[in-house]
T-cell receptor, first 109, second 113 residues
Framework: RKEVEQDPGPFNVPEGATVAFNCTYS??????FFWYRQDCRKEPKLLMS???SGNEDGRFTAQLNRASQYISLLIRDSKLSDSATYLC??????????FGKGTMLLVSP | DAGITQSPRHKVTETGTPVTLRCHQT?????MYWYRQDPGHGLRLIHY???????DKGEVSDGYSVSRSKTEDFLLTLESATSSQTSVYFC????????????FGDGTRLSIL
């Protein structure tokens, strides 16, 4: 079983739409969770950390379900600039992170 | 942006030649990482360092070596480059303790012909 699994997409949505991505992880001992975004031919950038109680940052909401071992990211009121690949990230060992392969989002006018 | 500089940004070389990539940070961070990113595989950890002269292997360490003689510099060496090592290489800092995110450099595009 892959350690961090994501639907590769692409998810095609119109501007203003709400879109959600899910991610599952296999290591039940994982304690830290993040979402990164990566634009084409650029480095990954931290979007937000994911906390047990769920957390929101503007139009972005992240949720964690430890019992089912999945993480979600909700984007409201999508913008053209949200088009990117979103990486689900889970801590692997004490000092390492494991990255999912990413979900591609395309927002169209 | 985190103070991370990777050099070179692009390199084309031939099979069998040695290649060294450099990652330089100005954040005085203890942890540094080297990843490669390939289509269909996502980001994979090559090696990481948790202090000067302290390094450990990652998921795809075969064919790579690293060195860290100063806090600010982490070098990745391909002793004898092969075409399978054509990739985009990212350096990252941060992490450590398992609960902190990492921050990435701009990447190095390496082509081995």
């Amino acid at each position: 079983r892959k350690e961090v699994e994501q639907d590769p997409g692409p998810f095609n949505v119109p501007e203003g739409a709400t879109v959600a991505f899910n991610c599952t992880y296999s290591n039940s001992a994982s304690q830290s969770f993040f979402w990164y975004r990566q634009d084409c031919r650029k480095e990954p950038k931290l979007l937000m950390s994911v906390y047990s109680s769920g957390n929101e940052d503007g139009r972005f909401t992240a949720q964690l379900n430890r019992a089912s071992q999945y993480i979600s990211l909700l984007i409201r009121d999508s913008k053209l600039s949200d088009s990117a690949t979103y990486l689900c990230v889970v801590n692997g060992g004490y000092s390492t992170l494991t990255f999912g392969k990413g979900t591609m989002l395309l927002v169209s006018p | 942006d985190a103070g991370i500089t990777q050099s070179p940004r692009h390199k084309v070389t031939e099979t069998g030649t040695p290649v060294t990539l450099r990652c330089h940070q100005t954040e005085n961070h203890r942890y540094m990482y080297w990843y490669r990113q390939d289509p269909g595989h996502g980001l994979r950890l090559i090696h990481y360092s948790y202090g000067v002269k302290d390094t450990d292997k990652g998921e795809v360490s075969d064919g790579y070596s690293v060195s860290r003689s100063k806090t600010e510099d982490f070098l990745l060496t391909l002793e004898s480059a092969t075409s399978s090592q054509t990739s985009v290489y990212f350096c990252a800092i941060g992490g450590g303790g398992g609960n902190q995110p990492q921050h990435f450099g701009d990447g190095t595009r390496l082509s081995i012909l």
